[in-house]
Nanobody
């Protein structure tokens, strides 16, 4: 079992920044590929970014490229999502997820999910 706890969400004005954190506990964090997902009101959950277990392979959804940065600190069993130049359309619940198969992270079929943290961007 892997437990994931997100933090760092909140209310921010358009153009502002937030840094989300996801702390993992349980099984060996190092063996898991990690993803950040978000779900906007009335929309399906979408992949924001995915990071390999080593941190060497990163994928970003097109709308996040250049604005969001995902990173991980394996010593702290924590992944981060630095979000800059936030837009109102970035509003949603952001979820951290983990799986040992990278394709499952890309497809949103992760074995483990956090409960999410709300991000609200005002215009």
């Amino acid at each position: 079992q892997v437990q994931l706890v997100e933090s760092g969400g909140g209310l921010v004005q358009a153009g502002g920044s937030l840094r989300l954190s996801c702390e993992a506990s349980g099984r060996t964090f190092l063996t898991y590929h990690m993803g950040w997902f978000r779900q906007a009101p009335g929309k399906e959950r979408e992949l924001v970014a995915r990071l390999s277990w080593s941190g060497g392979n990163i994928y970003y959804a097109d709308s996040m490229k250049g604005r969001f940065t995902m990173s991980r600190d394996n010593a702290k069993s924590t992944v981060y999502l630095q979000m800059n130049s936030l837009k109102p359309e970035d509003t949603g619940v952001y979820y951290c997820a983990a799986d040992q198969a990278p394709i499952r992270v890309l497809m949103g079929l992760c074995d483990y999910w956090g409960e999410g943290t709300q991000v609200t961007v005002s215009s």
